[in-house]
């Protein structure tokens, strides 16, 4: 009896012991806490233009903070502004007026002549898009730019604009895996004038801002820069008898200057003022989707509601 007690022990026990081989699973280390780093047995592949090591999986870079900006104009400033600029129209719009051109475009005689609508050009003359929740004005891009003389003497002089406009947008060529993001660009010169710029010599510096970095710079420029500018009452409007006609009425872009005092205003700056050779100027674009009669008011309507500041004189 105590035989075939002694042979069921062993025999459980050795099923036991098979079963917990069978479930036991191995160790798993990370190879850079205890032994050594794996070596590299394949080098990535290098940037021809930059010379660093491509990643083997695309680095894409997300919004780590929400901007506050972009979140004022979705949560009130669009609302507001469809408000200000809707136009009511009870009946669908007649089809457009077909314009007679110069020439007769059958004629063998004209066929390669420019051939113009009569009347002259149409840009001023075309009515704003129908007013829908589709088509609410909205800010797509900020270009800024600035020209130096001192760049037509030496190319050198041209680092300092380069930095500067790396240091205030924080953009860079297709930085956080952005394929669209193109940096700071180089300006050259596209024609001969006067003797001192020629084709393709460097002039300036140029930067594009869309999305996120759009909305914080122009949250950097509302709240530190132009309410420190001296003697800055707002951006000065045309007089009221300007053509509502004319390209820049109708192209939706509100544009203007700071002096080079300003740049030393910017937070990013005003902490190392002391790296920069001089002060520099730019020109300010803010590209907005409005088009037709009264794109440009539409345009600083919605800039007001950025608390950027208008006067007229």
């Given at each position: 009896m105590s035989g075939v007690v002694a042979s069921t022990k062993s025999s459980l026990a050795r099923g036991s012991l098979a079963r917990g081989w069978l479930t036991?699973?191995?160790?798993?280390?990370?190879?850079?806490?205890?032994?050594?780093?794996?070596?590299?047995?394949?080098?990535?592949?290098?940037?021809?233009?930059?010379?660093?090591?491509?990643?083997?999986?695309?680095?894409?870079?997300?919004?780590?903070?929400?901007?506050?900006?972009?979140?004022?104009?979705?949560?009130?400033?669009?609302?507001?502004?469809?408000?200000?600029?809707?136009?009511?129209?009870?009946?669908?719009?007649?089809?457009?007026?077909?314009?007679?051109?110069?020439?007769?475009?059958?004629?063998?005689?004209?066929?390669?002549?420019?051939?113009?609508?009569?009347?002259?050009?149409?840009?001023?003359?075309?009515?704003?898009?129908?007013?829908?929740?589709?088509?609410?004005?909205?800010?797509?891009?900020?270009?800024?730019?600035?020209?130096?003389?001192?760049?037509l003497q030496s190319k050198q002089n041209l680092l300092g604009p380069l930095m500067a406009l790396r240091a205030i947008t924080g953009e860079s060529f297709k930085?956080?895996?952005?394929?669209?993001?193109?940096g700071i660009q180089i300006v050259r010169g596209k024609k001969a004038v006067g003797g001192w710029i020629r084709p393709g010599v460097p002039v300036g510096a140029k930067v594009d801002l869309k999305g996120p970095a759009m909305y914080d710079f122009l949250g950097t420029l509302v709240e530190f820069v132009l309410p420190r500018i001296r003697d800055f009452g707002g951006v000065i409007l045309p007089p009221q008898s300007s053509s509502v006609n004319s390209p820049s009425a109708v192209s939706g872009v509100v544009s203007?200057?700071?002096?080079?005092?300003?740049?030393?205003?910017?937070?990013?700056?005003?902490?190392?003022?002391?790296?920069?050779?001089?002060?520099?100027?730019?020109?300010?674009?803010?590209?907005?989707?409005?088009?037709?009669?009264?794109?440009q008011n539409r345009a600083r309507a919605l800039l007001s509601g950025f608390q950027i500041p208008f006067l007229r004189k």
């Open positions: 036991r699973r191995p160790l798993v280390r990370p190879p850079t806490r205890f032994g050594r780093t794996p070596e590299i047995t394949r080098h990535l592949r290098k940037n021809k233009r930059t010379q660093l090591p491509i990643p083997q999986v695309k680095i894409l870079t997300r919004e780590f903070a929400p901007c506050r900006f972009e979140d004022h104009y979705h949560t009130t400033v669009a609302d507001n502004a469809m408000y200000m600029t809707y136009i009511h129209e009870s009946h669908p719009r007649p089809p457009p007026r077909q314009i007679r051109l110069t020439y007769d475009p059958n004629d063998p005689y004209t066929k390669n002549r420019h051939n113009p609508p009569v009347g002259g050009s149409q840009i001023g003359k075309k009515p704003p898009p129908p007013s829908s929740p589709d088509n609410v004005i909205r800010l797509e891009k900020i270009s800024i730019h600035t020209m130096q003389k001192d760049v930085a956080g895996g952005r394929h669209t993001a193109e203007f200057g700071l002096p080079p005092a300003a740049m030393a205003l910017f937070p990013q700056i005003e902490v190392n003022l002391d790296a920069y050779p001089k002060q520099y100027g730019m020109h300010l674009h803010f590209v907005t989707n409005a088009t037709g009669v009264g794109a």
